[in-house]
């Protein structure tokens, strides 16, 4: 497994989260989180809104937060099994524009660019999850996540990683969920929520709170640009996220022991020469592997930054960009890699990039699967058999394993010259927009609810809008 940091280095950035804490504190926004604090003994400052939590009450809360849980999704019969040595993959989510199929040009996304990359996630094996990847600009804006949500879990049977904008629209989707939930009987949540700590050092802690006191798994990010909302340096804002992350971890295990935690990082760079945010930079891939080593020590799942690139297109620096960014914290254990199918700084969402997305995910999971030890991939006997200037091509041996042992591609072109050449010399883009078109006109409808549950999530929207008039 990749390390990027020591034992040593791993107890100073805990130790200094713990002295910034109980010295500095974080500020907090909702009135419950005053009251939650000081009834475990944390300094309360309320002229200036801020928290003191003591080291003790913070350790103990992280010890409560469990190390495995399941996601579970329409699909009741696929639940995902959350904890170390297995890793998925998602979209990352809240992308305001799209590559458009056709024309090739960045356009603002709209409800039926929501809908077809759901349909594709749900057919694509290595994306395990969803997420509100396109918020619609069709709909009235101060809602287009919650219609991002219902978009996707109309179009897809997998879990839903959500990223509210305000704690009401958490509500709404949770009360979307529930609709589906009473559909299919599941006991947990079919989503998780992002919760995203406003850096530095304040809390969203009412959107905290609702996912405790609702046992929505949380996924932990801070999400800080590095040298503006954190320390220019690695090490400083690997210990401002571990800070802001235990503050959080904590406010949510007080409120509900043992309610599911997922940790990460969403920190990023600026270009100071522009000012311009970064995502395809071999520092961040740093900055989410050591993110994962964090999450280790605290013994809870991890997800990593995962595949992001600087590019406005899918040309040779998507790939390089996203391979550093997307790797290293698949190489340091995450147990969720999010990104697919993002370009330009995650502004910018592509179904063609989703699908090659697919296709580096495969091979990741290949490469995390190893190579196997035992008496069948040892091959002795067929070694012995075959001998010198024999041929291995012919035994039942190769016919038996080949398809386990490599990778079947189904996008990267594999074929000689002559044949790709004879199929009409497609590069990667083009055979990828094929493919986009091809599964949206195969795809197979998700089940539909009943009409009473569809009229109970219209009223929820609807109730939502009237709520604004």
């Known amino acids: 497994m990749f390390t990027i940091l020591t034992e040593e280095q791993l107890q100073k950035i805990h130790h200094s989260a713990l002295d910034i804490l109980e010295k500095i504190g974080v500020k907090y926004r909702d009135e419950e989180t005053q009251r939650i604090f000081r009834n475990v003994g944390a300094t309360v400052d309320e002229r200036h809104r801020l928290v003191k939590i003591p080291s003790q009450v913070v350790e103990e809360t992280i010890r409560k937060a469990p190390n495995s849980f399941k996601l579970e999704s329409r699909d009741r019969n696929h639940p995902l ?23 090739g040009i960045s356009r603002n ?4 660019d929501t809908a077809d990359i759901s349909k594709l996630i749900d057919d694509l094996e290595n994306i395990s999850i969803n997420a509100t990847h396109v918020f619609p600009s069709d709909v009235p804006q101060e809602f287009k996540d919650v219609y991002s949500f219902k978009i996707a879990l109309e179009n897809s049977e997998k879990h839903v990683v959500t990223s509210p904008l305000v704690r009401i629209n958490l509500e709404l989707m949770y009360r979307i969920a529930s609709v589906y939930q009473d559909e299919t009987s599941l006991e947990g949540p079919i989503f998780s929520a992002l919760i995203c700590p406003i850096s530095p050092l304040t809390l969203r802690d009412d959107v905290s709170i609702f996912c405790a006191k609702k046992r929505i798994p949380a996924i932990v990010n ?27 971890i904590a406010l949510i295990q007080l409120v509900s022991p043992g309610s599911p935690i997922i940790l990460g990082n969403k920190s990023t760079p600026m270009e100071m020469r522009s ?30 930054f995962g595949t992001r690139t600087d590019s ?34 995650v502004a910018t969402f592509s179904s063609e ?18 190579i196997d030890f035992d008496e069948e991939t040892l091959a002795l006997k067929e070694i012995s058999k075959v001998g010198p200037e024999g041929s291995f091509l012919g035994e039942e041996h190769t016919r038996k394993n080949y398809l386990k042992e490599f990778y079947q591609h189904r ?34 409808p998700v089940p539909e609810l009943s009409k009473d549950a569809k009229n109970a999530i219209e009223r929820v929207i609807r109730e939502a809008a009237h709520s604004t008039m």
């Open 411 to 444: 996008l990267f072109d594999k074929r000689s010259r002559k044949e790709w050449e004879a199929a009409g010399h497609k590069d990667i883009r083009q055979a990828a927009r094929d493919r986009v078109k091809r599964m949206l006109a195969e795809h197979q």
């Open 353 to 370: 990039q989703l699908v090659i997305d697919e296709e580096v995910y495969g091979m990741i999971f290949r490469l995390l699967r190893g």
């Open 81 to 103: 099994e959350i904890r170390r040595g297995r890793m998925y993959a998602r979209p990352s989510t809240g992308f305001s524009k799209v590559i458009d199929l056709e024309s």
């Open 109 to 112: 996304g709209m409800c039926r």
């Open 222 to 248: 801070s999400a800080p640009i590095v040298g503006v909302a954190s320390p220019v340096t690695l090490a400083g804002t690997l210990v401002m996220q571990c800070v802001e992350s235990l503050a959080t």
């Open 312 to 345: 406005k297109t899918l040309d040779e620096q998507t790939g390089v960009e996203r391979i550093f960014t997307g790797l290293l914290p698949a190489l340091a254990g995450a147990t969720i890699d999010s990104g697919a199918g993002a370009v330009e700084i």
């Open 275 to 304: 000012g311009t945010p970064l995502s395809g930079t071999v520092e961040i891939g740093m900055l989410s592997a050591a993110a994962v080593q964090v999450a280790h020590f605290y013994d809870l799942p991890s997800e990593g």
